[in-house]
């Protein structure tokens, strides 16, 4: 759960609470808004996680092959920059994007022995 936490820290997500009606968020697209990640999305995962982000904050990620790890980017669409970071530790990334585009750029896929590829990407 460890992992989840820095995830949900990351990218300034607010735990819902109550019953939520949330928009399944898959791996490749982003999302905004009520989202949940599927069950056994992640490596001992039993039940859905389910979050809302802050008002226009786009959220993405990718799962490692082992769903052993996990890469996650966000990026408000007014800004002009992107954030990730990946859960096998070490910094945080950015990237340019397009101010007042819901597009935050391409998730680097997770690896199961290192970290992603954080090629574009540069480390804060």
Same mark, same amino acid.
């Given at each position: 759960?460890?992992?989840?936490?820095?995830?949900?820290?990351?990218? $300034?997500?607010?735990?819902?609470?109550?019953? /939520?009606?949330? #928009?399944?968020?898959? +791996? *490749?697209?982003?999302?905004? @808004?009520?989202?949940?990640?599927?069950?056994?999305?992640?490596?001992?995962?039993?039940?859905?996680?389910?979050?809302?982000?802050?008002?226009?904050?786009?959220?993405?990620?990718? $799962?490692?092959?082992?769903?052993?790890?996990? /890469?996650?980017? #966000?990026?408000?669409? +007014? *800004?002009?920059?992107?954030? @990730?970071?990946?859960?096998?530790?070490?910094?945080?990334?950015?990237?340019?994007?397009?101010?007042?585009?819901?597009?935050?750029?391409?998730?680097?896929?997770?690896?199961?022995?290192?970290?992603?590829?954080?090629?574009?990407? /540069?480390?804060?």
């Amino acid at each position: 759960m460890k992992k989840f936490g820095i995830l949900i820290i990351m990218a $300034a997500f607010v735990f819902a609470a109550g019953e /939520v009606y949330a #928009a399944t968020l898959a +791996s *490749g697209t982003a999302g905004t @808004g009520d989202l949940s990640i599927a069950a056994g999305t992640f490596a001992r995962q039993n039940d859905a996680i389910t979050f809302t982000t802050s008002v226009n904050v786009y959220v993405d990620f990718t $799962a490692s092959a082992s769903k052993e790890n996990y /890469v996650v980017i #966000a990026g408000h669409s +007014s *800004g002009d920059k992107a954030y @990730g970071m990946d859960s096998t530790g070490g910094p945080i990334y950015s990237v340019a994007k397009t101010a007042g585009s819901t597009t935050i750029g391409t998730c680097p896929s997770a690896q199961d022995a290192t970290s992603a590829d954080w090629t574009g990407w /540069v480390s804060q």
